[in-house]
């Protein structure tokens, strides 16, 4: 089993930079594709980006593209996603979530791990 933990979100303001963290336990992550996913109020949940470092493959949605970039530390279990130049419309729970090996994919299906959520709220 494979636990996932976000940390990282807050408030900002329009324009700043933030950076989430996912720490995983349980059992080492190496290969595991990672994916970030965000949820805003009445809105179903979206892909954010992905890496799938046994492909060495990422994938990032449009509107985040250029903005968003995603990391892992694999000494310290940990995955990042780095968002600069943060729009308001980027406000929105944050989860993140594993797969072991697999593609970098933007289904959610593709994914059996999950974290409980970290929420980034970006003010204008």
């Known amino acids: 089993q494979l636990q996932l933990v976000e940390s990282g979100g807050r408030l900002v303001q329009a324009g700043a930079p933030l950076r989430l963290s996912c720490a995983a336990s349980?059992?080492?992550?190496?290969?595991?594709?990672m994916g970030w996913f965000r949820q805003a109020l009445v809105r179903e949940r979206a892909f954010v980006a992905a890496?799938?470092?046994?492909?060495?493959?990422?994938d990032f949605a449009g509107s985040v593209k250029g903005r968003f970039t995603i990391s892992r530390d694999n000494a310290n279990n940990t995955v990042y996603l780095q968002m600069n130049s943060l729009k308001p419309e980027d406000t929105a729970v944050y989860y993140c979530?594993?797969?072991?090996?697999?593609?970098?994919?933007?289904?959610?299906?593709?994914?059996?791990?999950w974290g409980q959520g970290t929420q980034v709220t970006v003010s204008s």
């Open positions: 979530a594993a797969v072991a090996y697999g593609t970098a994919s933007r289904s959610l299906s593709a994914y059996n791990y």
């Open positions: 349980g059992r080492p992550f190496y290969k595991d594709t």
């Open positions: 890496g799938s470092w046994s492909s060495g493959t990422t």
